[in-house]
């Protein structure tokens, strides 16, 4: 078996792929709760059961939570534990951009939808609000925006008089109080920015693209852009999946 994980500034994923590379367990962890104790009690079948799992794959944008899974997986495992940008990429998908900056998580991402027939734009309402453009087998590049929960934190902390909310959409464009004012801003806001970047990137390649939608907003926003869109929360996982499958893992 394989473990392979995601982890992201606000979760982390993992998940048990089997010799036919389906998934036999899920686990979702807070990233900042991650250490040893947590990963044993939730991996403690695989720990028991010796040699069980033999790889693992992992991409991360937080350096030092992989760092505790890696030497927890060693450990207890004895099982190597690889972030994504070890690899060879480049066999795979063509990287256009610096790879150092871009977040292994939206290569995968890219890896996981890239075709030789279709062009790609991935967008994630996550900790960042991100486009990820994938031209066939090529990553182009991509953009990050503030991401929703954080730019309304943000904006309740230095606001004074603007309450605690829940972010939820909302049919009406004019708030009749504050905290409706609030929700609208953010909600018509942000389709007005994801409407307005998709339409520039298409301008700017002069190519048409399919749209993926993936993050905890996705479902709220998907709806109401000008563009088709497609919903997958499992683009991560789906993507290291395929990764092991092409590198024989």
């Given at each position: 078996?394989?473990?392979?994980?995601?982890?992201?500034?606000?979760?982390?994923?993992?998940?048990?792929?089997?010799?036919?590379?389906?998934?036999?367990?899920?686990?979702i962890?807070?990233?900042?709760?991650i250490?040893?104790?947590?990963?044993?009690?939730?991996?403690?079948?695989?720990i028991?059961?010796?040699?069980?799992?033999?790889?693992?794959?992992?991409?991360?944008?937080?350096?030092?939570?992989?760092?505790?899974?890696?030497?927890?997986?060693?450990?207890?495992?004895?099982?190597?534990?690889?972030e994504?940008?070890?690899?060879?990429?480049?066999?795979?998908?063509?990287?256009?951009?610096?790879?150092?900056?871009?977040?292994?998580?939206?290569?995968?991402?890219?890896?996981?939808?890239?075709?030789?027939?279709?062009?790609?734009i991935?967008?994630?309402?996550?900790?960042?609000?991100?486009?990820?453009?994938?031209?066939?087998?090529?990553?182009?590049?991509?953009?990050?925006?503030?991401?929703?929960?954080?730019?309304?934190?943000?904006?309740?902390?230095?606001?004074?008089?603007?309450?605690?909310?829940?972010?939820?959409?909302?049919?009406?464009?004019?708030?009749?109080?504050?905290?409706?004012?609030?929700?609208?801003?953010?909600?018509?806001?942000?389709?007005g920015?994801?409407?307005?970047?998709?339409?520039?990137?298409?301008?700017?390649?002069?190519?048409?693209?399919?749209?993926?939608?993936?993050?905890?907003?996705?479902?709220?926003?998907?709806?109401?852009?000008?563009?088709?869109?497609?919903?997958?929360?499992?683009?991560?996982?789906?993507?290291?999946?395929?990764?092991?499958?092409?590198?024989?893992?």
């Amino acid at each position: 078996m394989i473990l392979i994980g995601d982890i992201g500034n606000t979760d982390t994923k993992i998940c048990v792929i089997n010799t036919k590379y389906k998934i036999i367990k899920r686990i979702i962890i807070p990233t900042n709760k991650i250490n040893n104790s947590i990963l044993y009690n939730k991996l403690i079948f695989y720990i028991r059961k010796k040699n069980l799992i033999r790889k693992c794959l992992f991409c991360s944008v937080v350096p030092n939570k992989f760092l505790i899974i890696k030497k927890f997986v060693k450990k207890n495992l004895k099982a190597n534990c690889i972030e994504l940008k070890q690899l060879d990429l480049n066999k795979i998908i063509k990287i256009k951009v610096n790879r150092k900056q871009v977040g292994s998580d939206r290569l995968a991402n890219s890896i996981s939808v890239m075709s030789l027939k279709n062009n790609y734009i991935i967008l994630d309402f996550g900790t960042a609000t991100t486009f990820d453009v994938i031209v066939k087998n090529n990553y182009v590049g991509g953009l990050i925006a503030p991401g929703l929960n954080i730019s309304l934190k943000t904006l309740i902390n230095k606001a004074k008089l603007i309450p605690k909310l829940h972010f939820k959409k909302t049919k009406q464009i004019i708030g009749k109080n504050t905290v409706s004012a609030v929700r609208s801003g953010f909600f018509w806001g942000y389709i007005g920015l994801v409407n307005n970047i998709i339409n520039l990137i298409k301008k700017e390649t002069r190519k048409n693209f399919k749209v993926i939608i993936t993050g905890g907003f996705s479902n709220l926003f998907f709806r109401k852009l000008n563009t088709k869109a497609v919903i997958n929360r499992d683009i991560t996982i789906n993507g290291l999946i395929k990764i092991i499958k092409l590198y024989k893992f």
